[in-house]
């Protein structure tokens, strides 16, 4: 009987061969998956890649690489952008004192194998047409809740909740909003607690009115599409209606 013990003992001190072992190459569980595809074919090699912006929006000309994707040949050359990490310090933001804070990054075309550095500040489309963005999409990051009549729900066009969301971003000409319009945005902004001085200055209510993009909620299943060549907010368009 103690042969037999010690004899257990030792068999349950040896490692089991048929445990499974954690791959090192695993990253958990990604917070948002996004699929999308390249607009234009490109002559090089590309990867999609997740830039947060760390400047304020609409700008596109301060970012930290996040992740990115090898981009699939074909018609269309699709990829799949997976983000694992919350975004960095540097990207995160308010639209004013007390509103929740966020982060908002852009899906973009890269040189295959360019270094995260290199990333930073994508260059002019005339430079190098192997760069793009989608000028359509922003990939946005709520630290919590987003509270009704809050500055913030007017900017998102709803009361989002706490994580991840994609946005669509339209180009907005601000010559383009009537009197009647600014007169009836900006009371309504007043009323959420936004100051207005009868000034367009960083902050005010007219600021926030005459900003040249509008956000709303992207639908289930909407793309993520790469223009080469595009590296901001797509302009304002033609004449006003």
Partial sequence: MRLGRQLLLALAALPCACDSQADSSYLGEPLITLPGYVASAGAAPLEAA????????????????ATRAPVRTGFPASFTLHLYQPPPAAARRT?????????????GAVPYGISAGGVSALPTPSSNGAYGIDPNHWVLYLAADVPPRSLTEWWLGAALGAGFHLMRVTAVNPQCISQQQLDACVADLVQRGVP????????????????????SLAPPGDPLVLEL????????????P
Avoid at 230 to 239: Q, R
């Fill in 50 to 65: 997740m830039l947060w912006q760390r400047g304020p929006p609409p700008s596109a000309n301060d970012q930290e690489l």
């Fill in 95 to 107: 639209l004013a004192p007390g509103e929740v804070t966020f982060a908002r990054a852009n899906a």
């Fill in 229 to 240: 060549g595009t590296v901001g907010l797509g302009g304002p368009g033609g004449p006003c």
């Fill in 196 to 215: 207005d001085d009868g000034t367009a200055n960083e902050g005010t209510a007219r600021s926030f009115c005459r900003a040249p993009y509008r956000l």
